[in-house]
């Protein structure tokens, strides 16, 4: 992982499903784990998608609010 990837899940939106549009960063944590389970996308969407569970899953989403501050 390198420090733009957190950067990416504060910047970059779901392009597809029932969460269209929405930031990376804030796709529930159940559907996560369904892409997880099921298989992720290929390429750099599967990467994000794989960091935002990991810190869903580790509850350590308030690592990304900084970097929300900055986006503004």
Known sequence: MNPQMLNDLVQKTMPFGKYKGRLIADLPGHYLGWFVREGLPKGELGQLIALAY???????????????????
């Open 54 to 72: 990991e810190l869903d899953h580790n509850n350590l989403k308030a690592l990304l609010e900084p970097l929300r501050q900055r986006s503004l």
